[in-house]
């Protein structure tokens, strides 16, 4: 986990850098997650893997920056909509120079070869989808949830086998 902190930092560090000092690394996944026709508070917590509470709070600490407005959704009273302000969609924009900096730190590092390969081994786990759910309780992706896209990610049904990441072991 040390290396996620260290990528976290770095891109925090190049946040500041860019001249972003209200959000940190959190938000920026946070708005990542917003379609341009909007998203619920419960889509953007399913795509983040956290509880809707915390997407909520999320959001909350967005729009008063104005990132983003929440509306009440025309189709459904009780669902709020959530949409990039054109605030947030300048920092959408800005965003891709900050992650290319923090990759450029990380490739001075341990240099350019070993980055690919990180990129390689990464794509290999994000194809495997979430090891916890939102609430925190651990779960093997299921084969269905392999074939989905993951900003579209539903929980599977049915009783198909836990796919596994080839050459790992298997844990008794």
């Given at each position: ?171 008794n």
């Open positions: 986990m040390d290396s996620f902190r260290f990528f976290r930092q770095c891109t925090l560090v190049n946040l500041r850098a860019h001249g972003i000092t209200d959000l940190n690394p959190v938000h920026a996944a946070m708005l990542r997650r917003v379609d341009e026709g909007g998203t619920t508070i419960g889509d953007i917590a399913q795509r983040m893997g956290i509880t809707k509470q915390a997407a909520a709070q999320l959001v909350s600490r967005t729009a008063a920056l104005g990132y983003v407005a929440v509306r009440t959704d025309a189709a459904d009273s009780r669902k709020k909509m959530v949409r990039c302000t054109a605030q947030g969609k300048r920092f959408l924009q800005s965003l891709e120079s900050v992650v290319e900096d923090s990759v450029h730190d990380v490739a001075e590092l341990i240099g350019t070869q070993r980055l690919h390969e990180l990129e390689e081994i990464l794509k290999v786990i994000a194809a495997r989808g979430r090891l916890r759910d939102a609430n925190g309780k651990r779960r093997l992706p299921e084969e269905t949830d392999l074939a989905m896209d993951n900003s579209k990610r539903t929980p599977s049904k049915g009783r198909s086998r836990p796919a596994r990441a080839a050459g790992l072991p298997r844990k």
